[in-house]
Structure formats: structure tokens, C-alpha cells
């Protein structure tokens, strides 16, 4: 079983940054692809982006390429989301993720994910 506990959301203006941290509570982690997705009130949660075991590589959902930037630092079993350029409907629960199959392709669907954090809230206002 792995713990993860996501911080770093808030209330930010349109154009302005975030950065999310998850951190795990195993190094096992560092086996995980690690995935981030968030749910806006209402919606259904949706994929936002996914890393691989030793972050080479990315996977990125169209609505946040180029603003977005998932990485990971495995020395300190931590995932990040670097958020840029936000937007009102970037607003949402975001969840960090890990699928204990990190030698598959990174994965889109939720339920591909193994362990899920508590979630950070993220509010950005135009």
C-alpha cells in the first residue's frame, strides 16, 4: 500500500502559477508511472498528465500542453505538476495517482490507477 499526499493548490488569478507537489509514502513509488487528474464540481474527473518510473517519459492531455510540466524526483519519492498560464477552467480537485504497472505505456484512464491521493484544491479565478 502506498500513501500519497498531494499540496501546493490554492487560489490563483487567470495567467498565474501553481506547482503541486505529491509525495508517497514508499520508494516503491519509484516502480509507479505516476499520474495527476482532476475534477471540476459536476464533471466527471478527467486525466491531466502522467509520468514514467525514471520521468523520461510524459503524457499530457490536450487541454494543458505547453502550460503544464509533470516531473517527478525520485531521490525524494515526491511527483510534481508545474502549472502555468491557468485558466478559469483549469479550477478542480486535483489528484495525484500511481499505477503499480510502470512498465506499461502511461495510462489515461482513472481506472488504470492503483493508489490515489486525497486531493488539493485548486481555484483560479478570471
Known amino acids: 500500500q502506498v500513501h500519497l499526499v498531494e499540496s501546493g493548490g490554492g487560489l490563483v488569478q487567470a495567467g498565474g502559477s501553481l506547482r503541486l507537489s505529491c509525495a508517497a509514502s514508499?520508494?516503491?513509488?519509484?516502480?509507479?508511472?505516476m499520474g495527476w487528474f482532476r475534477q471540476a464540481p459536476g464533471k466527471e474527473r478527467e486525466f491531466v498528465a502522467a509520468?514514467?518510473?525514471?520521468?523520461?517519459?510524459?503524457k499530457y492531455a490536450d487541454s494543458v500542453k505547453g502550460r503544464f510540466t509533470v516531473s517527478r524526483d525520485n531521490a525524494k519519492i515526491t511527483v510534481h505538476l508545474q502549472m502555468n498560464s491557468l485558466e478559469p477552467d483549469d479550477t478542480g480537485v486535483y489528484y495525484c495517482?500511481?499505477?503499480?504497472?510502470?512498465?506499461?505505456?502511461?495510462?489515461?484512464?482513472?481506472?488504470?490507477?492503483?493508489?490515489w491521493g486525497q486531493g488539493t484544491q485548486v481555484t483560479v479565478s478570471s
Open positions: 495517482a500511481a499505477d503499480r504497472f510502470g512498465l506499461r505505456g502511461l495510462q489515461s484512464r482513472p481506472g488504470a490507477y492503483d493508489y
Open positions: 514508499q520508494p516503491t513509488f519509484n516502480y509507479y508511472n
Open positions: 509520468i514514467s518510473p525514471t520521468g523520461g517519459n510524459t
